[in-house]
Nanobody, 120 residues
Framework: VQLQASGGGLVQAGGSLRLSCAAS????????MGWYRQAPEERRELVAT???????DYKDFVKGRFTISRDNVKNTVYLQMNSLKPEDTAVYYC???????????????WGQGTLVTVSS
């Protein structure tokens, strides 16, 4: 599986961006997908996940602001980010993984990352 993330950029606080992650390969529809982010000098952290059946989950710091979705025809997962804050500044990565019960497990398949910068 190859993942190509795009859509990052510079936006003012309160603004919006939509990230996309295009996947190659025929296994996309059966995979869970996750978006992670990594701020400078910070650990990579999980942001949101979506299962193969479309069940979504969000970390508290993005609930109500971000929406993850997927298009199995286009083999693409999206992250709509609204009401952005300066602390959302990070490189955002997509991952193709799997769920065990409610828990998302990342795989070795990562996109290359796309930089989101939110100015105050």
């Amino acid at each position: 599986v190859q993942l190509q993330a795009s859509g990052g950029g510079l936006v003012q606080a309160g603004g919006s961006l939509r990230l996309s992650c295009a996947a190659s390969g025929s296994t996309f529809s059966g995979a869970s997908m996750g978006w992670y982010r990594q701020a400078p000098e910070e650990r990579r952290e999980l942001v949101a996940t979506i299962s193969s059946s479309g069940t979504t989950d969000y970390k508290d710091f993005v609930k109500g602001r971000f929406t993850i979705s997927r298009d199995n025809v286009k083999n693409t997962v999206y992250l709509q980010m609204n009401s952005l804050k300066p602390e959302d500044t990070a490189v955002y990565y997509c991952n193709a993984g799997y769920h065990v019960g409610p828990y998302y497990h990342p795989s070795k398949y990562w996109g290359q990352g796309t930089l989101v910068t939110v100015s105050s």
